[in-house]
Each structure stands twice: as C-alpha cells, then as structure tokens.
C-alpha cells in the first residue's frame, strides 16, 4: 500500500513570500492533519480535516490555511512567509480515531 | 491543558544494552498513548500504541506499558541495535474540541555504538 505523501520535498522562500503544501492520505483514509515540525523540537498541530470539513485548528495565526478536496488530498497555506516558519511540514492521514500515518514531510525554509 | 514529558536526551548507548526512554504525561479523561520514531532525514513512523490503562504496546522487540497511576508510558528495549539510532517521540491523543490531535513530547535522540 501507498503511504502518506507529500510534495515539494523541500522548498526554499523569501520572508513575505506564499507557500502551499501538498498531501495525499493513505487510500480509505478521510482524514488528514497537519504538524509543524521545528527543528528540535515535537511536532505541534495546526489543522485536521475530515471529509472536507476542518475539524480542528491549533494555535497558530490566520496566515496559515488549509483545505481538504473530495478525493481527500489536502493543501496548506501560509501566507506572509516569516523567518520562524522554517520547519518541517508534516502531513498524517487516520482512519479509525487516534492513530494518525505521517508522509515523510516537506522541509520549509525562510530566507 | 494535555501535555507529554519526556526525559531530555541524548541518550548514548552501546549495542546490545538495555533501553528505556521515560514518558509522563497529563490529561483529561484516558487518552491512548503513543510512541513514534524518526530516522534522520524522514517522517515520523508509528511504533507501537496503547490505548487503554494497562495495556501493553509492542512492536520490533521495543515495548511500553499504559500505566495510569503513574501517568507514565515509558519506552523499554531489551537489547539495542545500531539501526535502532533516531529520535523517539512520545505522544497521547486529545479528543478535546471536536478534533482528534496528537499532543507530542520534545524528543529524545537515541544513538546506539557498535
């Protein structure tokens, strides 16, 4: 089976730039969450989506968005591009409650 | 609100010797509890779960026990292998306001010598 993916594997920004990440669940999986990785540290939620519907936000500013599409891709936002957004992008996909599948990550740099 | 704590690595180990990695956590109600590794350079892997007090999580010889009176979910390898070498994250589920994330320890970095 086709585990979680995403895509760029790495992308390289200017501060005030936009982004978009993209993610492909595991098939059958309606749910898709997304973690921001900083280097050093445990990922931190942003977002999850279930069935095109966010279900959840974490605490993070309205420059990051998101969406879910119905064949249960998902993309991240951000817009207005800072410096402390160089991370690790993590993208999981579920399909029963509680355990969550992570794609190997789209790493985000700010210059 | 819900958070995990785990011992601050790294942690240096030669093959063969016995592992543990230490993990407390606080939370509402009886989340279920996992540990998740990642190799340099990847994502994060499942590697074993519990998702009720007392039950044992197992997978690849490493194990962890559901221990509600001591809030804890310490992770145990009998004898570790060099391809054993990454960093171990240990994560419980928070149900609370209609979503279903994972809340995840700061990490530990495990390096295992020949």
């Known amino acids: 089976d086709t585990g979680v993916t995403q895509s760029p594997t790495h992308l390289i920004k200017t501060r005030g730039q936009q982004v978009t990440l993209r993610c492909s669940p595991i098939?059958?999986?309606?749910?898709v969450s997304w973690y921001q990785q900083v280097l050093g540290q445990g990922p931190q939620f942003i977002f999850q989506?279930?069935?095109?519907?966010?279900?959840g936000r974490g605490n993070f500013p309205d420059r990051f968005s998101a969406r879910q599409f119905p064949n249960y891709s998902s993309e991240l936002n951000v817009n207005a591009l800072l410096l402390g957004d160089s991370a690790l992008y993590l993208c999981a996909s579920s399909l029963s409650p509680d355990t969550q599948y992570f794609g190997p990550g789209t790493r985000l740099t700010v210059l | 609100g819900n958070s995990v704590t785990q011992m601050e690595g790294p942690v240096t180990l030669s093959e063969e010797a016995f592992l543990t990695i230490n993990c407390t956590y606080t939370a509402t109600g009886y989340p279920s509890l996992f540990w998740y590794v990642q190799y340099p350079g990847e994502g994060l892997q499942l590697l074993l779960k519990a998702t009720k007090a007392d039950d044992k999580g197992s997978n690849k010889g490493f194990e962890a026990t559901y221990r509600k009176e001591t809030t804890s979910f310490h992770l145990e390898k009998g004898s570790v292998q060099v391809s054993d070498s990454a960093v171990y994250f240990c994560a419980l589920s928070d149900r609370g306001g209609g979503s279903e994330k994972l809340v995840f320890g700061k990490g530990t970095k495990l390096t295992v010598n020949p």
């Open positions: 098939s059958g999986h309606k749910s």
């Open positions: 989506y279930y069935e095109k519907e966010e279900r």
